[in-house]
């Protein structure tokens, strides 16, 4: 019933930005929490970022202060602003809506150093 796409990764230098997208076929209201996952070679999916249903966010200790989870309900989209990046955030991100576990197809961020 709810299908949602990522885009915006790609290669970027190391300190360089990038900013995620997640577009969603339904609704991503307030009533929704929303997060950003990611997943390295030979690593387990990890929790990158979380917006919950009241706005409140939460980030992973290896992320924050460089990245910033947000919102716009009306375009029925979720982003990831990543800056000052680093090697070690090289991986496949994924979108991921609690409610009814929605996952979208995973977009590819690689730094390079």
């Known amino acids: 019933q709810v299908k949602l796409v990522e885009s915006g990764g790609g290669l970027v230098q190391a300190g360089g930005s990038l900013r995620l997208s997640c577009a969603a076929s339904?609704?991503?209201?307030?009533?929704?929490?929303m997060g950003w996952y990611r997943q390295a070679p030979g690593k387990l999916r990890e929790l990158v970022a979380r917006?919950?249903?009241?706005?409140?966010?939460n980030y992973a200790d290896s992320v924050k202060g460089r990245f910033t989870i947000s919102r716009d309900n009306a375009k029925n989209t979720v982003y990831l602003q990543m800056n000052s990046l680093r090697p070690e955030d090289t991986a496949v991100y994924y979108c991921?809506?609690?409610?009814?576990?929605?996952w979208g197809q995973g977009t590819q961020v690689t730094v390079s150093s």
């Open positions: 991921h809506r609690e409610a009814g576990g929605y």
């Open positions: 339904g609704s991503i209201s307030s009533s929704y929490a």
């Open positions: 917006i919950s249903s009241s706005g409140s966010t």
